[in-house]
């Protein structure tokens, strides 16, 4: 099922989730949405869409200060190995868009950095390219019981 802004603006609403809503003309990427809004980048996470051997897909929900470590990701979750998933792909296993997806309401398995429990909110995608939306983490877990792993990473800005 294809979905948008709307689709995920009315998931929240019957899920009684507190959002706010920033829409801006590219928020497609986190370099984007630091030219064009006021965000600082480490309030801003990204859902990252990886395939694994057996064509499994999965979520993993990060700040957008940092590049995760594919191999060792593999490696920690077990998988022979991993791949980003291909713009159809995330369509076809997500229903957004690449650049606009939300970890929220996710058909597939969601892995979330530990290091975000640290915070109360983040800025994530809002179903298209050009929505953002501030989350609370401890919403994303509600809906997502997500796994909790310390994710691979490198800081990128």
Same mark, same amino acid.
């Given at each position: ?5 709307? /689709?995920l603006?009315?998931?929240c609403?019957r899920?009684?989730?507190d #959002? $706010?809503?920033?829409? &801006?003309?590219?928020?497609? /990427?986190?370099?984007k949405? =630091?030219e064009?809004t006021?965000?600082p980048? *480490?309030?801003?996470g990204? /859902?990252? #869409?990886?395939?694994?051997?057996n ?8 700040r ?5 470590? %594919? ?5 920690? =979750? ?6 980003l998933?291909?713009?159809? $792909?995330?369509?076809?296993? /997500? ?17 979330? *950095?530990?290091e ?13 390219? %050009? ?6 983490? &401890? *919403?994303?877990?509600?809906? %997502?019981?997500? %796994? #909790?792993?310390e994710?691979p ?5």
């Amino acid at each position: 099922m294809k979905k948008d802004r709307n /689709t995920l603006i009315n998931f929240c609403k019957r899920n009684n989730i507190d #959002i $706010e809503i920033l829409i &801006s003309n590219d928020t497609s /990427t986190s370099k984007k949405v =630091l030219e064009k809004t006021n965000i600082p980048l *480490d309030k801003i996470g990204k /859902t990252v #869409i990886f395939v694994d051997e057996n064509k499994n897909p999965f979520a993993v929900l990060i700040r957008a200060i940092y590049k995760i470590s %594919q191999n060792e990701l593999a490696k920690i =979750l077990g998988k022979k190995h991993i791949r980003l998933a291909k713009a159809e $792909e995330v369509i076809n296993y /997500t229903g957004y868009v690449p650049g606009g997806i939300s970890p929220l309401d996710l058909p597939i398995k969601l892995i979330l *950095d530990k290091e975000l429990l640290n915070y109360d909110y983040i800025w994530v995608g809002g179903g298209d390219t %050009q929505t953002l939306i501030k989350v609370k983490i &401890s *919403d994303i877990i509600k809906l %997502q019981n997500p %796994q #909790i792993i310390e994710v691979p990473k490198k800081r990128i800005q």
